[in-house]
Nanobody, 120 residues
């Protein structure tokens, strides 16, 4: 069973930066994609950014131009560089990796989450 471990969260002032890491216990290169989600208190979990196995990236409109997702396959790690942070970015950030089996069933892996707090 592959495990995902997030790190890099913390408290930062508005306008600051953080880099989150999602380290997999073994290769997730074959997984279709790795996502970063976030969930603020009282809100639903929100998809923030995705990087596919081919290296394509997509972002939520709320973070475009500020966040960058990247992957280092040699280190089995996916990063989320967050710049120009805003108080509304405050949330628990989760790493997710998924793949589809031969029957089209989606299999998801989740990390435990890391807290990001942005103060004004």
């Amino acid at each position: 069973q592959v495990q995902l471990v997030e790190s890099g969260g913390g408290e930062v002032q508005a306008g600051g930066s953080l880099r989150l890491s999602c380290a997999a216990s073994r290769s997730i290169f074959s997984y279709n994609a790795v996502d970063w989600y976030r969930q603020a208190p009282g809100n639903q979990r929100e998809l923030v950014a995705t990087v596919t196995s081919g290296g394509s990236t997509t972002y939520a409109d709320s973070v475009k131009g500020r966040f960058t997702i990247s992957r280092d396959n040699a280190k089995n790690t996916v990063y989320l560089q967050m710049n120009s942070l805003k108080p509304e970015d405050t949330a628990v950030y989760y790493c997710n990796a998924y793949q589809f089996n031969g029957l089209g069933f989606r299999y998801d892996l989740w990390g435990q989450g890391t807290q990001v707090t942005v103060s004004s």
